[in-house]
């Protein structure tokens, strides 16, 4: 019989950093009984929590402040792109990420800094690519041939000269617990080194238009080790060397993508940011001293890490099942189409009952989606206190890849989205009604 435990451990950051429990047993976040938002703004319910965001970014700031002086930190908007979050990241000295035409009009629209916007995607559209020149967005992340041959198309039509980065596929495939090194990646993405002459033939004969600023690469995601990216910035930086010896082009910009894992269970034991811009810079300096290089500005762009913690989701119970001798299913009204994570590649994720944080009886049940899927299990097996209809579930690590990857499955509206911060709340995406289901169609 344990009562939950919601202090982060020193790196874990499972929960948002202004999480309690009131005097009648409620949770609390940034000072809101979260019963008290419920009433106000409905269920199921994403609650951002702004100064873990402004903390998260802070701890990649001040830490690469520390040991690297020319750096630049991107917020990947596809873990949670909306103008709100835009504003704040850029009023933070962010920069972005952004994989879509649709994310890079809204940061239009969010009056981003266009400068500090890195435009990538392995199959972006003319038009989107256009959308970033006209914009004059700060860098276009090339990824193939394709998008080469585009890119010196429309740099020449609108008599630009475009700064680019190449997206190199290092060889590195990281897993949560493992990782590769291959000379050959199955992936998507990027150009296979063995192709970096054929590039640099192609862009060093149109350089009029195209201007080469550096290399990309993006590992993974939820990476808990700190060797792939001391290893890909190896790689990359041997690419960098080889241009300058063959090409006589001296690299400035290497962008080391984004990846870093947090906690979304106390058995995950994610990096100390610290520690990792620590071992990284090293590697770059001292890759540099040996290779004779000018050190380059150091790119990344973190999704998972600034934002998830910072977000939680807020859903009330409906419908309880106990199958005999089996599972107790408690079905909340969200599931599969605001979190695909766990449907999608069988995500685990912490919950508390947030109108009984102070019950000590415990019981085992699986929190189960409203969707028409059997595969819409949000947590299968946790310890919870006894629960019954119209109790709060609250799901904590939501705020990346949640909203963003969420979907209308069965035609239920999106969730409201509410920013809290110092004693205010305010709706950042409103909840959608029947007549937006409908909006598009005849
Ligand atoms: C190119 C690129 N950069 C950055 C990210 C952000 O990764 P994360 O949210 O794991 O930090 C991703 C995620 O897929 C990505 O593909």
């Given at each position: 019989m344990t009562?939950?435990e919601l202090?982060?451990?020193?790196f874990?950051?499972l929960?948002?950093?202004?999480?309690?429990?009131?005097?009648?047993?409620?949770?609390?976040?940034?000072?809101?009984d979260?019963a008290e938002?419920?009433k106000k703004?409905?269920?199921?319910?994403y609650?951002i929590?702004?100064?873990?965001f402004g903390y998260n970014?802070d701890?990649?700031?001040?830490?690469l402040k520390?040991?690297?002086?020319?750096f630049l930190v991107l917020?990947a908007?596809?873990a949670?792109?909306?103008?709100?979050?835009?504003?704040?990241a850029n009023?933070?000295?962010l920069?972005?990420d952004?994989v879509s035409?649709?994310?890079l009009?809204?940061?239009?629209?969010s009056?981003?800094n266009?400068?500090?916007?890195?435009?990538?995607g392995?199959?972006?559209?003319?038009e989107?690519?256009?959308l970033?020149?006209k914009?004059?967005?700060?860098r276009?992340v090339?990824d193939n041939f394709?998008?080469?041959?585009?890119l010196?198309?429309i740099?020449?039509?609108?008599n630009k000269?475009l700064?680019?980065?190449?997206?190199?596929?290092?060889g590195?495939e990281c897993?949560?617990?493992?990782?590769?090194?291959?000379?050959h990646?199955?992936?998507k993405f990027?150009f296979d080194?063995?192709?970096?002459?054929e590039v640099l033939?192609?862009?060093?004969?149109?350089?009029?238009n195209?201007?080469?600023?550096?290399?990309?690469?993006?590992?993974g995601?939820?990476?808990?080790?700190?060797e792939?990216?001391?290893?890909?910035v190896?790689i990359?930086?041997?690419?960098?060397q080889y241009?300058?010896?063959k090409y006589?082009i001296?690299?400035a910009?290497?962008?080391?993508?984004?990846?870093?894992?947090i906690?979304?269970t106390k058995?995950?034991d994610?990096i100390?940011?610290?520690?990792?811009?620590k071992?990284t810079t090293?590697t770059i300096k001292q890759?540099?001293?040996?290779?004779?290089?000018?050190?380059p500005k150091?790119?990344?762009?973190?999704?998972?890490?600034l934002?998830?913690?910072?977000g939680?989701?807020?859903?009330?119970?409906?419908?309880?099942?106990q199958?005999p001798?089996?599972r107790?299913f408690?079905?909340?009204?969200?599931?599969?189409a605001?979190?695909?994570r766990p449907?999608?590649?069988?995500?685990?994720?912490?919950?508390?009952?947030?109108?009984?944080m102070?019950?000590?009886?415990?019981?085992?049940?699986?929190i189960?989606?409203?969707?028409c899927?059997t595969g819409?299990i949000l947590i299968k097996?946790i310890?919870?206190p006894?629960?019954i209809?119209?109790?709060?579930i609250t799901?904590?690590?939501t705020?990346a890849?949640?909203?963003?990857?969420?979907?209308?499955?069965n035609?239920?509206s999106?969730p409201a989205?509410?920013?809290?911060?110092?004693?205010?709340?305010?709706?950042?995406i409103?909840r959608e009604t029947?007549?937006?289901?409908?909006?598009k169609?005849?």
């Open positions: 009562v939950i202090k982060n451990n020193k874990q950051k929960y948002p950093i202004n999480l309690g429990v009131n005097e009648i047993g409620h949770l609390t976040i940034s000072g809101f979260t938002l419920v703004y409905g269920t199921p319910l609650v929590d702004e100064a873990t970014a701890e990649y700031l001040n830490s520390k040991y690297y002086s020319n917020y908007a596809k949670f792109a909306c103008k709100k979050i835009f504003r704040l009023e933070i000295g920069g972005l952004v035409g649709g994310e009009y809204t940061a239009i629209k009056d981003f266009l400068k500090n916007i890195y435009f990538h392995n199959n972006k559209s003319q989107e690519i256009q970033a020149v914009n004059n967005v700060g276009i090339c394709y998008e080469l041959e585009l010196q198309k740099a020449k039509n609108e000269v700064e680019i980065l190449i997206r190199l596929t290092p590195i897993h949560t617990h493992e990782y590769i090194k291959t000379g990646l199955d992936s990027g080194l063995e192709y970096l002459d033939n192609l862009i060093t004969k149109d350089s009029k195209l201007l080469l600023k550096g290399f990309h690469s993006h590992i995601s939820q990476i808990f080790e700190i792939p990216f001391s290893d890909s190896e990359l930086l041997d690419q960098f241009v300058k010896e006589k001296e690299l910009e290497l962008n080391i993508g984004g990846g870093i894992g906690s979304y058995e995950d994610p100390p940011i610290d520690e990792w811009a071992v090293n890759k540099c001293k040996k290779l004779d290089l000018n050190l150091l790119i990344c762009e973190p999704g998972r890490s934002i998830a913690p910072s939680i989701t807020i859903y009330k119970v409906g419908s309880i099942k199958v001798n089996g107790k408690v079905s909340v009204d969200g599931g599969m605001d979190n695909p449907i999608t590649y069988q995500a685990k994720y912490t919950a508390v009952v947030a109108n009984k102070n019950s000590k009886e415990l019981e085992n049940v699986t189960a989606g409203r969707y899927e819409d097996d310890e919870l006894k629960i209809h119209g109790d709060l799901v904590f690590g705020g890849y949640n909203y963003s990857m969420s979907s209308n499955y035609l239920v999106r989205c509410i920013l809290v911060n110092n004693g205010k709340s305010e709706i950042i409103e029947y007549d937006d289901l409908i909006l169609q005849k």
